[in-house]
């Protein structure tokens, strides 16, 4: 069982940053595998960055030389900062989480936050 809740959605100019929080509670286990995915209107839902639980992380070509995941395992908050903003990043943003993720960014993840809107403007 595992409670996510996102904060840090905002409207920022294009060539911006912005920092994503995911404070997450964890009541049966220890050490999950957490990843951030975004959906826009009429896209697909796609999966931005992911952190293993052996703390490695990847990215989608579109955002890895932009934007970083990390964790705090202390305060218990996931965190996505994005660097050099786009009007194509623009979407809702959401944190996910299981207890593993051998698939990486295409394993099924049991654990959704709400979303956080994240609007670019030009």
């Known amino acids: 069982q595992v409670k996510l809740v996102e904060s840090g959605g905002a409207s920022v100019q294009a060539g911006g940053t912005l920092s994503l929080s995911c404070a997450y509670t964890?009541?049966?286990?220890?050490?999950?595998?957490m990843a951030w995915f975004r959906q826009a209107p009429g896209r697909e839902r796609e999966g931005v960055a992911l952190?293993?639980?052996?703390?490695?992380?990847s990215y989608a070509d579109s955002v890895k030389d932009r934007f970083v995941i990390s964790k705090d395992n202390a305060e218990n908050v996931l965190y996505l900062h994005m660097n050099s903003l786009k009007p194509d990043d623009a979407a809702m943003y959401y944190c996910?989480?299981?207890?593993?993720?051998?698939?990486?960014?295409?394993?099924?993840?049991?654990?959704w936050g709400q979303g956080t809107q994240v609007t670019v403007s030009s």
């Open positions: 964890l009541y049966t286990k220890s050490t999950i595998c």
């Open positions: 952190i293993d639980i052996d703390g490695s992380t």
């Open positions: 996910a989480a299981d207890f593993w993720c051998e698939d990486g960014l295409n394993s099924e993840f049991n654990y």
